[in-house]
């Protein structure tokens, strides 16, 4: 008998949004729920910062990391995920990004017909700082960038809303 594939969140944003903020707190939550979260994280430098601020005893978790995993080398996302979906200790994946990373080429590995049978893309969950989305101005590359994260966000979470006045 072939278990039904798992439910996988992607959960992307820009640099500094509060994806792992949101992370957290899903994971603080997931016990009341019943739900065992297993975990993907990219980190786009040498070193992961978030992976360590996430670690705890017996989360499933995964690292794609020295790049952007939106074009990480030799599969490493789908073998992530596969590895965590073999080691059976979860019920559902999230996938957090580096800020820097496409949704467009992510999710189609996600969807990709060797993975199907093992996942299922339920949503792609954005982060969006409101307060740096609200003004104008700043590097071009880092708004259109922004703007391909929230184009293909299922769920938009905006964040630092208590720094946003009446006009933004």
Aim: glycine share 8%.
């Amino acid at each position: 008998m072939t278990s039904a594939p798992l439910p996988l969140i992607l959960l992307s944003g820009f640099l500094g949004a509060g994806k792992t903020t949101l992370l957290l707190r899903w994971l603080e939550e997931s016990p009341a729920t019943g739900r065992r979260l297993g975990v993907v994280m990219n980190e786009f430098g040498a070193e992961s910062v978030d992976s360590r601020l996430i670690d705890r005893p017996g989360l499933p978790l995964q690292q794609v990391a020295g790049g952007c995993i939106c074009c990480a080398p030799d599969n490493e996302l789908p073998n992530a995920v596969s590895r965590l979906v073999k080691e059976g200790n979860c019920d559902a994946l999230i996938v957090e990004t580096s800020g820097l990373a496409d949704p467009d080429n992510i999710i189609d590995v996600l969807t990709d017909p060797d993975l199907l049978p093992m996942v299922r893309l339920q949503a792609v969950v954005t982060v969006v700082d409101g307060a740096w989305y609200a003004k104008p101005g700043g590097d071009i590359g880092e708004r259109v960038l922004a703007r391909r994260q929230v184009e293909f966000a299922h769920v938009l979470c905006v964040s630092k809303c208590d720094r946003l006045d009446a006009t933004d």
